[in-house]
């Protein structure tokens, strides 16, 4: 049985009793499932009762996965989850895990606003431990998809892994806001947006991805996903309703049921960063897709790329343009 530790800080205007009570009871309804939870969605949380929960499920030596839903922020390159009128930071909670799980890895998604920016702790997690944040370091996650993503728990009959639950937050994704996976022990993160780019007018074993992904997406509309990624010149020719699907598919083609050390490394050893003609492509083509925010935040991210690059007139030029939407 798996333990699954759902920890619920203050939602605010964001969430409350009533969406956690979701979460939990859509977690509950498969028992094969040990369900627990710290925090009820509206009061703050004492890290005493958090660390009490760790302890508990960390005894029974059952494979256990924590789902934060709290608010984040980041300070001075250090993350922090908002609990009411104070802060605990992802470094004091990842300590808190591998202070009572040792050696033994654990599966953590973050739903939290710039969880991304939380990776850079990992290590200090149990070796092994896969962590998802839903959006990553300079982005904020949108609360429509993370209600999807609740809603979508009811009925899922996959292994509570982080990189099961991240394929199941993209597959209800509408915002182009893609979610970050980061492996204890293992360097750099897994950027799903870089993995989609990447996959862009290459094959796609489509016997593979409909098997695994048919109780999710059907055939057609896999097929139909299949066809856009092989014969698209870029992401772009894939909608933003279409998008968190399409990366699904490519990671269900690279990882097939689960994320591992070997496939992990292959996928590190082959990715890459955004280059300065990439950056100027994506300026053409964000208005189009790009919701206000993840287009301020594309504008900020390439503008970092562009200024380093040497052709500065073109990306000036650019950023000038842009700089007045």
């Known amino acids: 049985m798996r333990n699954v530790l759902v920890i619920a800080g203050p939602g605010e205007e964001a969430f409350g009793n009533e969406e956690i009570d979701l979460l939990t009871s859509n977690i509950e309804q498969d028992n094969s499932r040990r369900m627990l939870c710290v925090g009820n969605g509206v009061e703050k949380i004492e890290n005493g009762a958090i660390a009490s929960k760790l302890e508990e499920i960390s005894q029974n030596g059952d494979d256990t996965t924590i789902i934060i839903q709290m608010h984040g922020t980041e300070k001075e390159g250090q993350f922090y989850f908002i609990n009411d009128d104070s802060y605990i930071s992802s470094r004091e909670l990842f300590e808190m895990v591998n202070s009572r799980f040792k050696d033994k890895p654990v599966d953590i998604v973050i739903t939290s606003c710039h969880s991304g920016a939380c990776l850079k702790d990992k290590d200090l997690l149990p070796k092994g431990s896969v962590v998802g944040a839903l959006s990553q370091g300079n982005e904020t996650t949108a609360g429509s998809d993370v209600k999807n993503f609740i809603e979508s728990l ?34 750099g993160t897994l950027q799903l947006d870089e993995l989609l780019r990447n996959s862009i007018g290459k094959k796609i074993d489509k016997s593979k991805v409909i098997n695994l992904l048919k ?11 299949i066809n856009k990624i092989e014969t ?4 772009y020719g894939i909608c933003a309703v279409e998008y968190g699907k399409a990366i699904a598919v490519c990671a269900t083609n ?3 049921k689960d994320i591992n050390h070997e496939n992990y490394k292959s996928m590190e050893k082959n990715s890459r960063t955004m280059s300065p003609s990439s950056a100027y492509g994506f300026f053409e083509t964000v208005d189009r897709y790009s919701t206000p925010i993840r287009r301020q935040s594309a504008l900020n991210w390439s503008r970092r790329i562009i200024e380093n690059s040497k052709d500065m007139d073109k990306g000036n030029g650019i950023i000038y343009e842009w700089s007045i939407c």
């Open 254 to 256: 690279e990882f097939g």
């Open 232 to 235: 698209s010149k870029n992401e």
């Open 154 to 187: 009811l009925g899922a009959t996959d292994e509570f892994t982080t990189y099961n639950l991240v394929k199941l937050y993209l597959c209800g994704l509408k915002t182009r806001i893609p979610p970050e996976i980061g492996i204890s022990g293992e360097q």
């Open 215 to 225: 109780e999710t997406i059907s055939a057609e509309e896999i097929e139909e996903l």
